[in-house]
């Protein structure tokens, strides 16, 4: 398993993507990641990892790398007040950033567990990127947790979403579609050679993955049994 993910290699990544309005005028175009505990760093290109020191922030753009170690937690901040939290152990690259009639941004999770935040206020949508090894997957106005680990794969857990009629759309980098709601979650994985996909309704162990987070703020339909 390890080794068919291997054989991909590190330039084949699927991504995810997260429609969403922008919060309003003014907010600029300044990414800011913020240390809310533990080791936080941050790279830029061809330069060495760099820690940032406790409840400060660093604006980061294309390329620069945000990085957590163990019992650690950071933030990415966007202009339109979407907000990505980085749980420990985790490695996601910034990539670019525009403002226009469409708004769009674009991130590479590599490893680890983040939390994310989409408000979906009215005004003009967005187009929001993160790639993973194994999948793409389209949100729009969602809260949710992403999950990356080459030896587990890719877990997506779907908390709300804003618009019940704009559900998540799911789309494995060998074609498997699946369409998630609030209160659901997917599990894509290599499994005896093969990549494999699972959609179901969302446990509590499914939340408590990402018990570091907290509990979720909302989730659709309640907390499961």
């Not at 989409?118 to 990127?129: C, D, F, I, Q, R």
């Amino acid at each position: 398993m390890i080794g068919m993910l291997r054989s991909l290699g590190s330039g084949v990544f699927a991504s995810v993507i997260l429609l969403l309005a922008p919060a309003g005028a003014g907010a600029g175009q300044v990414r800011t990641l913020t240390n809310l505990h533990g080791n936080v760093l941050y790279q830029r290109p061809g330069a060495a990892l760099q820690p940032l020191a406790r409840s400060a922030s660093v604006a980061v753009t294309r390329s620069d790398i945000a990085a957590t170690r163990r019992a650690s937690m950071g933030a990415l901040t966007l202009p339109d007040s979407s907000r990505i939290l980085l749980g420990e152990n985790t490695r996601v690259r910034i990539g670019g950033f525009s403002e226009s009639s469409v708004t769009s941004a674009h991130f590479v999770i590599y490893n680890g567990k983040t939390r994310f935040f989409v408000e979906h206020p009215a005004g003009a949508k967005a187009n929001y990127t993160f790639e993973t090894p194994v999948a793409q997957i389209a949100v729009r106005g969602t809260v949710g947790d992403i999950s990356v680990d080459i030896n587990d794969g890719m877990r997506l857990n779907v908390y709300h979403v804003g618009d019940p009629g704009l559900p998540v759309i799911v789309r494995t980098i060998y074609g498997q579609r699946f369409t998630l709601h609030g209160g659901q979650k997917v599990w894509v994985r290599w499994l005896n050679g093969r990549l494999v996909g699972r959609e179901t309704a969302l446990s509590r162990a499914e939340i408590a993955r990402f018990a570091q987070f907290g509990a979720p703020p909302r989730i659709d339909g309640g907390l499961p049994p």
